[in-house]
């Protein structure tokens, strides 16, 4: 099955600082997601981002599928976005999304 | 306009038993996907459920069950309970196996379940 690593998998940031969290793949994707789960455990729908960017607000993503990753974008970050940023592809025609392991931000007051 | 709703919140079980959870998906939503996060890991698939058949599954074994209701709830059935099944259980609801572009998951807060 297709492989989903993400980097780096520990940040520490101080507030306002921004950052980019990437997501590769190993296989050919059709959709592909990211969420961010909070310390109680919620995850949250971020981006649903097959290919191209998207913005909201602070964030953006960019998913370049031809060459198998995908990027998350935190500008100016604040202490509510600590957590955990998964990727999660799926895997072309198999209606399943993946999850990679994940980055755990930490952004400091 | 509700979310996902699972229940229960946190459970405790006995080495052995087997268990039931429960997911109701966001309206307008029909097809549901359960995931097991172990503490420190990304979520891993179980199955899917859509139109009331399960449509995909990942690696896990029979004693994993589910079914889903003509109402597009669910539940999620694990026999024979093992210390290793301690995790958290995920619900996501989305609008067809297949969402069109624009559309993901919708994840509920999830069931804790504890084997002892």
């Known amino acids: 099955g297709i492989q989903v690593e993400q980097s780096p998998p520990d940040l520490i940031l101080q507030e306002g600082a921004n950052s980019t969290l990437r997501c590769n793949f190993s296989?050919?994707?059709?959709?592909l997601q990211w969420f961010h789960q909070n310390p109680w455990g919620q995850l949250i729908n971020l981006f649903y981002?097959?290919?191209g960017t998207k913005q909201n607000g602070r964030l953006s993503a960019t998913t370049v599928a031809t060459e198998r990753y995908s990027l998350l974008y935190i500008s100016s970050s604040q202490t509510t976005d600590s957590g955990v940023y998964f990727c999660?592809?799926?895997?072309?025609?198999?209606?399943?999304?993946?999850f990679g392991t994940g980055t755990r931000l930490k952004v400091l007051a | 306009d509700a979310g996902v709703t699972q229940s229960p919140t946190h459970l405790i079980k006995t080495r052995g038993q087997q268990v039931t959870l429960r997911c109701s998906p966001k309206?307008?939503?029909?097809?549901v996907s359960w995931y097991q996060q172990a503490l420190g890991q990304g979520p891993q698939f179980i199955f899917q459920?859509?139109?009331?058949?399960?449509?995909q599954r990942g690696n896990f074994p029979d004693r994993f069950s589910g079914h889903q209701f003509p109402n597009y709830s669910s539940e999620l059935n694990v026999n024979a309970l093992l210390l290793g099944d301690s995790a958290l259980y995920l619900c996501?609801?989305?609008?067809?196996?297949?969402?069109?572009?624009?559309?993901?998951?919708?994840f509920g807060s999830g069931t804790r379940l504890t084997v002892v």
């Open positions: 996501a609801s989305s609008l067809k196996p297949y969402p069109p572009s624009g559309y993901g998951y919708t």
């Open positions: 296989d050919s994707v059709n959709n």
């Open positions: 981002i097959p290919s």
């Open positions: 999660a592809p799926e895997n072309s025609g198999t209606y399943k999304y993946i």
């Open positions: 309206s307008g939503h029909d097809t």
């Open positions: 459920y859509y139109e009331e058949e399960e449509r």
